[in-house]
């Protein structure tokens, strides 16, 4: 029997307005992280200080469990726990218990950057824990550092991945959102270490959620061009879905040597199938991603209402359900403000955003950044900021360089214009106009580079 398949005593999922029946619950447990992803949560916006949920206004283990509870009578199927990052509960295999305790068995299943899984994999393990599933966007550890806001190291994710497996949490599955001139360097990479381990890689277009990534449809890598790139050096055969609403489009290795997938929700958007909802870790349930509103399931909960009323309550919002943002992209794209944050509500994309923006404070804290990644870093911060509206052309270009200037050793000799993962970067005339003479004399890569600057796209 699938995940998907009611037992025999479990309530028939109720439909939404488009028929889509309510299957599975993504729990977000804590809305505080280890990371400072640029993309989810920047550290200019999310210093040490800043005031996270308490530990009184978060869900506790009890009205979690009591409310997955009531999902799962509904016809809930599947459970995951997110986050923030959901290891940083310390009541984490106290929740887990109680949801693997439930009846009619659902699904459970938890989503982690993968930091703390070497100290965790076995406690959750016992207490109930299914599988798993790593967010890992990158194997160079300078590139992994750009996107964790300098948080944590790639060893330690492969570490905790590796205690995962030994702890039985299998499969397991790990996600890489790619960003194009940002991470594009590291998918052929990634398969080749994945490849014949029994985890399943998972590659992720690069979605527009909450207000704080600046996305941009040129930053998408499409999933037809990734399997292409994949399938010249690996064959692929395509696999059938397992159950209605499985957002990864699957394919196997024609060697036998393992799976990968592909999620293709601003290419191929899937809203159609979408039977996900999500309870924040303050008890809001939000029914799409990328949704602006949550409805207050935590006030019913501690004003007593009985487990019929929250039944009424959630089939009532689920009932009157029309999202599907996906597909309506280009008209929703200019209304984004007051989206709720994905930290929130525990989406599966990562911090892949890399603007250079928000990171020249760690650009300037002395680490010694890559050739590569300084010009990456440049060239996607200055298109960023210029699709931001930031100024003029003079501003946002302005802004990347300054940002850029600790690194002007590293780049000594490098031409940014002809970096073959510069999608986007400004045009050689505005290169010299804002670019600080020292810069340019101390490159003499770029000094020569306006015929070439030519060919890039300016955005």
């Given at each position: 029997m699938s995940a998907h398949s009611p037992t025999p005593t479990q309530a028939v999922a109720p439909g939404d307005r488009l028929g889509r029946p309510m299957l599975d619950l993504r729990i977000s447990v804590i809305d505080r992280c280890n990371f400072r992803c640029p993309y989810c949560m920047p550290e200019d916006r999310y210093p040490r200080d800043h005031a996270f949920l308490a530990a009184a206004q978060r869900l506790t283990a009890g009205e979690i469990a009591r409310l997955a509870g009531v999902f799962v009578e509904l016809g809930v199927r599947k459970l995951r726990l997110t986050g923030g990052e959901p290891l940083l509960r310390r009541d984490l295999p106290e929740i887990v218990a109680a949801l693997a305790a439930l009846p009619h068995a659902p699904d459970l299943a938890l989503t982690t950057n993968g930091v703390l899984l070497k100290r965790d994999a076995a406690a959750l393990a016992a207490a109930g824990?299914?599988?798993?599933?790593?967010?890992?966007?990158?194997?160079?550890?300078?590139?992994?550092?750009?996107?964790?806001?300098?948080?944590?190291?790639?060893?330690?994710?492969?570490?905790?991945?590796?205690?995962?497996?030994?702890?039985?949490?299998?499969?397991?599955?790990?996600?890489?959102?790619?960003?194009?001139?940002?991470?594009?360097?590291?998918?052929?990479?990634?398969?080749?270490?994945?490849?014949?381990?029994?985890?399943?890689?998972?590659?992720?277009?690069?979605?527009?959620?909450?207000?704080?990534?600046?996305?941009?449809?040129?930053?998408?890598?499409?999933?037809?061009?990734?399997?292409?790139?994949?399938?010249?050096?690996?064959?692929?055969?395509?696999?059938?879905?397992?159950?209605?609403?499985?957002?990864?489009?699957?394919?196997?290795?024609?060697?036998?040597?393992?799976?990968?997938?592909?999620?293709?929700?601003v290419s191929q958007p899937?809203?159609?199938?979408?039977?996900?909802?999500?309870?924040?870790?303050?008890?809001?349930?939000?029914?799409?991603?990328?949704?602006?509103?949550?409805?207050?399931?935590?006030?019913?909960?501690?004003?007593?209402?009985?487990?019929?009323?929250?039944?009424?309550?959630?089939?009532?919002?689920?009932?009157?359900?029309?999202?599907?943002?996906?597909?309506?992209?280009?008209?929703?794209?200019?209304?984004?403000?007051?989206?709720?944050?994905?930290?929130?509500?525990?989406?599966?994309?990562?911090c892949t955003f890399a603007i250079v923006r928000r990171t020249r404070l760690r650009l300037g804290s002395g680490r010694v950044w890559s050739p590569g990644l300084a010009v990456r870093l440049f060239a996607h911060g200055a298109l960023e900021a210029r699709?931001?509206?930031?100024?003029?052309?003079?501003?946002?270009?302005?802004?990347?360089?300054?940002?850029?200037?600790?690194?002007?050793?590293?780049?000594?000799?490098?031409?940014?214009?002809?970096?073959?993962?510069?999608?986007?970067?400004?045009?050689?005339?505005?290169?010299?106009?804002?670019?600080?003479?020292a810069m340019i004399a101390g490159s003499p890569t770029l000094g020569r580079s306006r015929g070439r600057m030519e060919r890039c796209p300016s955005g």
């Open positions: 824990l299914k599988r798993i599933t790593v967010s890992l966007d990158a194997l160079d550890a300078d590139i992994f550092a750009a996107m964790s806001g300098g948080r944590g190291h790639v060893g330690e994710v492969l570490e905790g991945i590796a205690h995962a497996d030994r702890s039985g949490l299998k499969p397991i599955k790990i996600n890489c959102v790619v960003q194009r001139g940002v991470n594009e360097s590291e998918v052929l990479p990634l398969v080749e270490h994945f490849r014949g381990s029994g985890q399943i890689l998972r590659f992720i277009e690069y979605m527009d959620v909450g207000t704080c990534n600046r996305w941009q449809v040129a930053s998408v890598v499409p999933s037809r061009e990734l399997l292409a790139r994949i399938a010249a050096v690996h064959p692929l055969e395509p696999v059938q879905s397992a159950y209605r609403g499985e957002v990864a489009e699957r394919y196997r290795f024609v060697d036998g040597s393992g799976e990968i997938g592909f999620v293709s929700s899937f809203c159609g199938d979408c039977t996900r909802a999500r309870l924040s870790a303050d008890g809001q349930l939000y029914t799409c991603l990328f949704g602006r509103h949550g409805h207050d399931l935590k006030s019913l909960l501690r004003g007593d209402a009985d487990d019929a009323a929250l039944r009424a309550a959630i089939a009532g919002v689920w009932g009157r359900r029309g999202d599907r943002y996906s597909e309506e992209r280009q008209a929703a794209a200019g209304a984004r403000d007051g989206r709720v944050e994905m930290y929130r509500i525990g989406g599966e994309l990562r699709g931001a509206g930031e100024g003029t052309s003079r501003d946002w270009l302005r802004r990347a360089w300054r940002a850029l200037v600790p690194c002007a050793p590293a780049l000594k000799g490098r031409a940014i214009a002809t970096n073959s993962e510069n999608h986007g970067v400004a045009c050689s005339d505005r290169l010299s106009a804002t670019a600080p003479s």
